[in-house]
């Protein structure tokens, strides 16, 4: 069974910049969440999805966004990139409710 | 602020004996306590999971929870050096729904 694909492994951008991350979550699974991590915060929490709806929301700015499509896989954006962007990105998927979640490999993500 | 306190180590074991990893958290109505473990470089892979207070094994793994005491454990035993990583301590505080709360993590060691 495939695991939870993310792409692209690697990005590179300029501040001021936007982008798009695209998560593919594991057959089956309808519930997608989205994490930063970063030296200094460890991972924190962006956003959940389930059956195209957003359920949760971490204490993110409005700059980053996400949407699920009808075959559960995700996209989330972040617009107007800052330095402090700098991380990387994590999508987790799993069966619903509290059932455990497994992450994929993540997209690390530079702001130059 | 809903919190995950971890001792942030490092923790130094040698092969084979027992390491003991501890958490705690802030919020009492919590349903779901998890345990990732992530090598350097690398996404956090699902150790073990515990909804119910008492013992879940599972292998090497135990772990522990005490909702009144609100803390949850995870006892590795016949430690190896391929256990060597940082282990997170999740919460879902998000009831029925995901929202994750991550405590910073401990790095393990073990010595051959």
């Known amino acids: 069974k495939a695991g939870v694909t993310q792409t692209p492994r690697y990005l590179i951008k300029t501040r001021g910049q936007q982008v798009t991350l695209s998560c593919s979550p594991i057959?089956?699974?309808?519930?997608v969440s989205w994490y930063q991590q970063t030296p200094g915060q460890g991972l924190q929490f962006l956003f959940e999805y389930f059956s195209e709806t957003q359920r949760n929301k971490g204490n993110f700015p409005g700059r980053f966004s996400g949407r699920q499509f009808s075959n559960s896989r995700s996209e989330m954006n972040v617009s107007t990139l800052e330095l402090g962007d700098s991380a990387l990105y994590l999508c987790a998927s799993s069966l619903g409710s509290n059932q455990p979640q497994h992450f994929g490999d993540g997209t690390r993500l530079s702001i130059l | 602020q809903k919190e995950v306190e971890q001792n942030s180590g490092p923790l130094s074991v040698p092969e084979g004996a027992i390491a003991s990893l501890n958490c705690t958290y802030s919020?009492?109505?919590?349903?779901?306590f998890f345990w990732y473990r992530q090598y350097s470089g690398k996404s956090p892979e699902l150790i073990m999971f515990?909804?119910?207070?008492g013992d879940k094994e599972d292998g090497r793994f135990t772990a522990q929870l005490n909702k009144a005491s609100q803390y949850v454990s995870l006892l590795i035993r016949d430690s190896q050096p391929s256990d060597s990583a940082t282990y997170l301590c999740?919460?879902?505080?998000?009831?029925?729904?995901?929202?994750?709360?991550f405590g910073k993590g401990t790095l393990l060691t073990v010595n051959p």
């Open positions: 919020d009492r109505g919590s349903q779901s």
């Open positions: 515990i909804y119910s207070n």
């Open positions: 999740a919460v879902n505080y998000g009831g029925s729904n995901y929202k994750l709360t």
């Open positions: 057959s089956g699974h309808r519930s």
